[in-house]
């Protein structure tokens, strides 16, 4: 899995990394088809200090791209809130991808 973790407006830091890497395992747990994931944490400059902390993804599994982004005040709730989101995708995704016809697979031996 090749993982880019990159900032836009803020320096990433090695505890925002690791944050980021330990929280993206969970996705490679469901799913062990992942071949890229590109992370981009922004600080919007916006005069309201309320959700100006935003976290996106793009994964790209085996036969799909998947995107998803989140804001909050917090990065690391924005972080929390994006892996969620991903995480529904990718467990979606795999139940798309496995056959689910056990009785026609039988049938056939």
Do not use: W
């Amino acid at each position: 899995m090749n993982l880019t973790i990159s900032g836009h407006h803020l320096e990433v830091t090695p505890a925002l990394r690791s944050y980021v890497t330990g929280k993206l395992d969970r996705i490679t747990r469901h799913f062990d088809q992942v071949v890229d994931v590109k992370v981009l944490l922004t600080v919007e400059n916006q005069k309201e200090k309320d959700r100006r902390q935003r976290a996106e993804c793009n994964i790209h599994v085996r036969g799909n791209d998947l995107f998803a982004e989140s804001a909050h005040e917090d990065l690391y709730a924005a972080v929390d809130e994006l892996v969620d989101k991903l995480d529904r995708q990718v467990v979606r995704h795999k139940d798309k991808v496995q056959s689910h016809d056990r009785a026609a697979a039988k049938h056939l031996m």
